[in-house]
């Protein structure tokens, strides 16, 4: 079949709707489909179109739609679809939600949060996760934890520093991603003067971001709102304990019984799981099998096996 995967951002952005994009389009050439990803309002007849982030693939979706009446839409809803963006527009959510054959979402735990109308036509895909080769870094001589991530006021990038105040021993946190705001640019430069143990490194690629989280004790993610997380994917591939806010984002994948969570936008819950890391080897330990029995949710076979079921019965 000929499929366009539409996403929201330029294809050579690095934000996780565009990799999920490059991911899908891998996978579904791989098993012989005519895949393609791409980032436009006008995209071209296809037998199927998966289309990335409701709203901001909304007029390729329309235009789609109406090139093709009898092909096949899948709409891949995000964090940001989920989490106040059907709410915030519903007009266009009426009109893309409904033109749609399938709604995916990344994980089971984030469908309460779907309006009931449209979760019987919802599926759950699983994705995967391709990690790159990752180059060498100097691994620190001290315990290091790490945030990846664009810094930004939804994921909260700055609990990390807020929970490093509360903690006296030696330690390193460093922020792995560029600041989409001036002001949290301007917070993460303040933050490195008043704290040499806190780093902020905007300049990384996404392997160079893995090879030091791949050396970190644990990685935090301290969102307020996710879909899922692809830094959450990589960590449990590398087997790097997350120490993760309580949201349903982080729940779907990482369980309902993970031991990692601590309450959101709580600076001294999560200074509790740092400490911890540092000082009990045994609930590191817990922390990595745990995300060991996690693994095989994310496989490129089962992701490619969840789109190839729903390329035909969409």
């Not at 991911?23 to 309002?41: F, N, P, Q, S």
């Not at 007849?45 to 982030?53: E, P, R």
């Not at 399938?102 to 990690?131: F, G, M, N």
């Amino acid at each position: 079949m000929k499929i366009n995967v539409c996403t929201g951002y330029p294809l050579d952005s690095p934000k996780g709707n565009t990799i999920t994009a490059r991911r899908i389009e891998r996978l579904l050439r791989h098993v012989g489909h005519d895949a393609t990803a791409m980032h436009t309002d006008s995209p071209p007849a296809a037998d199927v179109q998966i289309s990335l982030h409701a709203f901001k693939t909304a007029a390729a979706s329309i235009a789609f739609r109406q090139q093709c009446p009898g092909g096949r839409l899948l709409v891949y809803l995000t964090g940001t679809d989920l989490h106040g963006g059907i709410e915030q527009h519903p007009m266009l959510a009426g009109q893309v939600l409904a033109s749609a054959e399938r709604l995916v979402v990344a994980q089971p735990a984030c469908l309460p949060d779907l309006p009931e109308k449209w979760r019987s036509k919802t599926v759950v895909i699983y994705p995967s996760i391709d990690l790159p080769d990752l180059p060498a870094v100097e691994k620190p001589a001290l315990p290091l934890f790490t945030n990846v991530g664009h810094l930004r006021q939804v994921k909260n990038s700055h609990l990390m520093f807020d929970a490093l105040q509360l903690i006296q021993d030696e330690c390193v946190a460093m922020s792995l991603g560029v600041a989409l705001d001036r002001t949290t640019g301007q917070q993460a430069l303040l933050h490195q003067r008043q704290d040499g143990r806190y780093q902020w490194r905007d300049d990384c690629d996404r392997s160079t971001a893995l090879a030091w989280m791949k050396h970190s004790i644990a990685t935090i993610n301290s969102s307020f709102s996710e879909g899922g997380a692809n830094t959450v994917l990589e960590a449990i591939q590398l087997g790097v304990p997350v120490l993760a806010s309580d949201i349903a984002g982080n729940r779907g994948f990482l369980g309902d019984d993970y031991a990692g969570y601590f309450e959101s936008d709580s600076s001294d819950g999560l200074a509790s799981l740092m400490l911890r890391c540092m000082s009990d080897n045994d609930f590191r330990s817990h922390l990595i099998q745990q995300l060991v029995v996690r693994r095989s949710l994310f496989t490129s076979q089962s992701e490619t096996k969840s789109w190839l079921k729903r390329l035909r019965t969409a």
